[in-house]
């Protein structure tokens, strides 16, 4: 019978455990999503897309960023792609943009491509740099 509690004779360098970013690498095609009612206020980084339905306020630097039609987003954005939906305030930076018509755009956005739905509503300032 074996004891409780007691470590294992195996060296510890056989025993790979995996680590944080292999876990996201392998989920990266998968968008991690703020669901509605869900509030976060912090930094973010990550590989990958994100997906807001709920309110992410801070500063967010990933693949790819959807504001849902219910999210609110309020920070500091660097991304490759801006889909917004809902509503967004503050300071983007990402290659494609795009704001449909139940957007709500409020601050400062650069971008690469630029697609716009009748009926955004966009206060503020989009720069074009190429």
């Not at 007691?6 to 990266?28: C, G």
């Not at 504001?67 to 801006?82: D, N």
Request: charged share 20%.
């Amino acid at each position: 019978m074996g004891e409780i509690g007691r470590e294992s004779d195996a060296p510890s360098s056989t025993l790979a455990k995996p680590s944080v970013m292999d876990a996201l690498s392998t989920t990266a095609s998968k968008p991690s999503i703020l669901s509605e009612g869900f509030s976060f206020r912090g930094e973010i980084a990550a590989k990958g897309a994100i997906h807001v339905e709920g309110s992410l306020n801070g500063q967010i630097q990933v693949d790819e960023l959807t504001i849902g039609s219910k999210g609110q987003v309020e920070g500091v954005v660097t991304c490759s792609s801006l889909h917004i939906k809902g509503k967004f305030s503050g300071t983007a930076t990402c290659q494609e943009l795009i704001v449909t018509s139940s957007a709500s755009v409020d601050g400062h956005v650069v971008y690469q491509t630029l697609s716009v739905q009748k009926g955004a509503s966009i206060k503020g300032e989009l720069l074009l740099v190429k």
